[in-house]
T-cell receptor
Framework: AQKVTQAQTEISVVEKEDVTLDCVYE???????LFWYKQPPSGELVFLIR??????QNEISGRYSWNFQKSTSSFNFTITASQVVDSAVYFC???????????FGKGTRLSVIA | NAGVTQTPKFRILKIGQSMTLQCTQD?????MYWYRQDPGMGLKLIYY???????DKGEVPNGYNVSRSTTEDFPLRLELAAPSQTSVYFC???????FGFGQGTRLTVV
C-alpha cells in the first residue's frame, strides 16, 4: 500500500526558531517521487519541492531544506529561522512513475508566533 | 497559460440540491484529478481521468459523478448535496511528474 504519514498535526514555534516537519512514506515501488506543498491561509496549494527516489542528496533553498533518507523512508522538511509568513499547512505527497495521482499526507499546521 | 482554473470559488448549497464544479486546464495535460480536503484529513482523491472519455474512481467517489468529453475540461457533479460534502475541492492536472492545481472551491452544504 502507498501511504504518507505526517505524524505532527500542529506545531507552534516562536519566530526565528528552526522547525522540522516530518514525513514518512510507504511504497513497494522503486521509482517514485516525493513532494512538499504549502497551503497558506488563503487556501491555494503552493509547490515547494519534488524529489525522485534515486536522488538522496539533501536540498537547500534559502531558509528551506529537505532531508531524504530511503533507509528510514522519510523526507523531512526544515525551516530555518522561521518567520510569521511561514505559518501554513504543509503537505507531503507521494507519486509513482507514470501518470498516477498524488497521495497526500494529512498535513502539518505550522504556526509561527511573533 | 492560465494553468488549472476552477469555478466557482465559493458556493453554498441546500441539502438535496445539485451543482457542477467546473475545472479547465490549458496545459494539454492528459491526466486530471478531483480531490477534496477536509480539516485535518489531507487531500483525498475523488475521481481521476487519464484522457478524454476515460474516468476512474478514487478513494472517496460516493455522491459524485464526473465526465471528460475534452482534454481541457473535467467537471465534477454533485447530484444530491449532503452536509458530508461540505469541503474544499481541488482540481489538478498532470503530465508525467509535473502537477498543476486549481485555486480550490469552498463548498458548504446546509
Amino acid at each position: 500500500a502507498q501511504k504518507v504519514t505526517q505524524a505532527q498535526t500542529e506545531i507552534s514555534v516562536v519566530e526565528k526558531e528552526d522547525v522540522t516537519l516530518d514525513c514518512v512514506y510507504e511504497t513497494r515501488d522503486t521509482t517514485y517521487y516525493l513532494f512538499w506543498y504549502k497551503q497558506p491561509p488563503s487556501g491555494e496549494l503552493v509547490f515547494l519541492i519534488r524529489r525522485n527516489s534515486f536522488d538522496e542528496q539533501n536540498e537547500i533553498s534559502g531558509r528551506y531544506s529537505w532531508n531524504f533518507q530511503k533507509s528510514t523512508s522519510s523526507f523531512n522538511f526544515t525551516i530555518t529561522a522561521s518567520q510569521v509568513v511561514d505559518s501554513a499547512v504543509y503537505f507531503c505527497a507521494l507519486h509513482f512513475s507514470g501518470n498516477t495521482p498524488l497521495v497526500f499526507g494529512k498535513g502539518t499546521r505550522l504556526s509561527v508566533i511573533a | 497559460n492560465a494553468g488549472v482554473t476552477q469555478t466557482p470559488k465559493f458556493r453554498i448549497l441546500k441539502i438535496g440540491q445539485s451543482m457542477t464544479l467546473q475545472c479547465t486546464q490549458d496545459m494539454n495535460h492528459n491526466y486530471m484529478y478531483w480531490y477534496r480536503q477536509d480539516p485535518g484529513m489531507g487531500l483525498k482523491l475523488i475521481y481521476y481521468s487519464v484522457g478524454a472519455g476515460i474516468t476512474d474512481k478514487g478513494e472517496v467517489p460516493n455522491g459524485y459523478n464526473v465526465s471528460r468529453s475534452t482534454t481541457e475540461d473535467f467537471p465534477l457533479r454533485l447530484e444530491l448535496a449532503a452536509p458530508s460534502q461540505t469541503s474544499v475541492y481541488f482540481c489538478a492536472s498532470s503530465y508525467s511528474i509535473g502537477f498543476g492545481f486549481g485555486q480550490g472551491t469552498r463548498l458548504t452544504v446546509v
